[in-house]
């Protein structure tokens, strides 16, 4: 595609529901990136994919996070009994890089998850 | 492991005058810096990026900004204000040799007539 797909745009849950959000990176980018924006909190880096592979997953807040991608594209993003604190905007990131942080990262409009 | 500060949550400048965000790194070697924007309703878009050489960089919509080693800096710069650069401001460092990005807590910026 033109750019990076995050779906759904708008998610709204109830607390201790589980929620998959989604990630379509553009075409050829093998490295993914998932980042959570809260107000004040900036950016906060969650976990990168190169490939199918997820060598950094330090940035997931607890076991109730989970993310995989396959076929080295679509990636998702599974909160598992969702908590009222999950709730932010969710961004999803592609590059072509290869293993250095230094190519441009293109991202997605972000999903913004409410947990009731 | 690398990381970024952003001192400024909240800045407001008037159309026209000069503007300067400051972010600093922590980082043993030398990072990948970057500075990305976020304006209302869009993604976050690169504004640009450090990697080695020339220590002043030059942007895309007449932003510039100017590494500094010694005070592991990376400030990013306008000589004059636009009403449209009202918007949400993210530094960012990369380590070499590895992927993760990380990046700041964000400076807005609101720009006044």
């Known amino acids: 595609g033109a750019g990076v797909s995050q779906s759904p745009s708008n998610k709204v849950t109830e607390k201790g529901k589980d929620v998959e959000l989604r990630c379509d990176p553009i075409?050829?980018?093998?490295?993914l990136y998932w980042y959570r924006q809260s107000l004040g909190q900036g950016l906060e880096f969650l976990i990168y994919?190169?490939?199918?592979?997820?060598?950094?997953k330090s940035g997931l807040p607890s076991d109730r996070f989970s993310a995989e991608r396959t076929g080295g594209s679509v990636s998702t993003l599974t909160i598992q009994r969702t908590q009222q604190e999950d709730s932010a905007v969710y961004l999803c990131?592609?590059?072509?890089?290869?293993?250095?942080?230094?190519?441009?990262?293109?991202f997605g409009s972000g999903t913004q998850l409410s947990v009731l | 492991a690398q990381s970024v500060t952003q001192p400024d949550i909240h800045i407001t400048v008037s159309e026209g005058a000069s503007l300067e965000l400051r972010c600093n790194y922590s980082?043993?070697?030398?990072?990948?810096l970057f500075w990305y924007v976020q304006s209302p309703g869009q993604g976050l878009q690169l504004l640009l990026k450090?990697?080695?050489?020339?220590?002043l960089v030059q942007g895309i919509k007449g932003f510039e900004a100017e590494f500094k080693r010694s005070q592991s800096s990376f400030n990013l710069r306008k000589p004059s204000v636009h009403w449209s650069d009202a918007a949400e401001y993210f530094c960012?460092?990369?380590?070499?040799?590895?992927?993760?990005?990380?990046f700041g807590t964000g400076t807005k910026l609101q720009v006044i007539p």
């Open positions: 990131a592609s590059s072509l890089s290869s293993g250095e942080a230094n190519e441009k990262l293109f």
């Open positions: 075409s050829g980018h093998t490295a």
């Open positions: 994919f190169q490939g199918n592979s997820a060598p950094d």
């Open positions: 980082y043993g070697a030398t990072p990948y």
């Open positions: 450090y990697f080695s050489g020339d220590t």
């Open positions: 960012a460092v990369g380590a070499r040799g590895y992927q993760k990005v990380t």
